[in-house]
């Protein structure tokens, strides 16, 4: 019973056993089925993929062949960046470049139709700030702006040559000076040999010569001494006449010394005066003998007799009876009483209306200028310059106003007009003039005082 039993469960494992064969296989079946499945649908969506990745690979490929065409390739650019980089600003830039450009004159020396459109089409730019949104329309502006320049390209081009022939003509030139340059430069320098060679030889005359000299030099001593001797006994009767000479020159150059009273006595006063400007006017002129350079003291009497010095003024210009003159600044000043030292004029006592005025004086007493004097002129020299007036009309001239032509040098003559070749014509009077002390004209400063 057990051993019929054991087979019973031998037979329904083995059946169990071949269902669940069958069962596995049928799974098996299905999940190769299932995997066929699933392997042609990855083999499309991998031919799918690659068909992406290709269009991908061939958009980036257009992409970056955009950029490079844009930027260069050198950065990503996307539409923002591109606005960012181009549109915003392009047509404020071209503004600026072309906003006036078309004004100028050399807009009408276009010959070129097809230029001038392009600039009458720029004119649009003035005052007008769209903002371009693509390339297109910022290349054509662009190529607006070429076209309405390239034009002057040739003319351009021409001006370079221009400039080079130019250059090179003016190297030729400097090239050419020098060798001139060089040339004399030699001949000098040969010139300077054959001096250097002239000067040895000639120390070798001289040196010969000398030694001659030398040898007569007892003889020369002897014949030196006697004309010595006598040359002695001439200068000591020369010196004799020079003191007499000279004690007659100091004798008839002397003059009178003015009193207090005359020295207190005004030359005339001041008629105007602006002190900001720093001239002013005074009531003396050529009727009165006076002459531009002239100096004066501008002063004003204070309590007690005391002459209180305000400034210094020197005649410029010269009328009839008025002249002009510059206030001198910071002429400095010594009081003779206190030996004080002033620099005149000051801010707190300016020159004004009504100041007084006196000539100054030189240290032997006499004046400068004397009022209502009859000044002497003396003619140094045989002709005059001028083209106005003749030496006999210049006389006349001169004697209208008071003045009087002498013919001869005295110590009272009181102005040497000096002629041209005055010098040379007469050396003696001149070099006695200067001797004396006087005052020379030159006869341009003649023809100021006498009014041409």
Known sequence: MAKGTGGTIYLIGLIFAIIVAFVLL??????????????????????????????????????????????????????????????????????????????????????????????????????????????????NDVLKQLQACIHIIPGLYVRIVRSEEEKEAIRKQIEEQRRSMQEQIDTLTAQKNKTEDDK??????????????????????????????????????????????????????????????EIAQPDGEITFADAKLGYAWIDLGKNQALVRGTRFQVYQNDKGGRVRIKAVIEVKKVDADLAQVAILPEY???????????????????????DLIRSIWYPDGRPVYEKDAHPKFFFLGKNVGNRFYTKTELARK?????????????????????????????????????RLGMTFLREEELLDFIGK
């Open 332 to 354: 400095e000043y010594v009081d003779q009483d206190t030996k004080v030292r002033y620099v005149l004029p000051t801010e707190t006592d300016p020159v004004v209306k009504g």
């Open 200 to 261: 040895i030889e000639a120390g070798r005359k001289f040196d010969n010569e000398r030694r001659q000299h030398l040898d007569d030099k007892d003889l020369k001593d002897k014949e030196i001494s006697a004309v010595k001797q006598q040359y002695e006994i001439k200068i000591s009767k020369l010196d004799r006449q020079i003191t007499t000479l000279e004690s007659r020159i100091k004798q008839l150059s002397k003059r009178e010394r003015k009193t207090y009273a």
């Open 398 to 434: 001169i004697e209208e106003f008071g003045g009087k032509v002498v013919n001869e040098l005295t110590a009272d003559v009181t102005f040497v007009v000096m002629l041209p070749k005055g010098e040379d014509e007469d050396q003696k009077n001149n070099e006695t003039a200067i």
């Open 26 to 139: 049928g799974i098996a079946y299905y999940m190769n089925t299932k995997w066929t499945e699933v392997t042609e649908q990855l083999s499309i969506a991998n031919k799918k993929l690659d068909e992406e990745k290709k269009a991908s690979a061939d958009r980036l490929a257009e992409v970056q062949q955009l950029t490079k065409l844009i930027n260069g390739g050198s950065q990503a650019l996307t539409y923002a960046g591109a606005a960012t980089q181009f549109f915003d600003n392009a047509n404020t830039n071209l503004q600026d470049m072309l906003n006036n450009e078309y004004v100028h004159p050399e807009f009408d020396a276009i010959h070129s139709q097809e230029a001038k459109d392009a600039w009458n089409y720029l004119k649009n730019f003035k005052d007008h700030a769209d903002r371009y949104t693509n390339l297109v329309d910022y290349q």
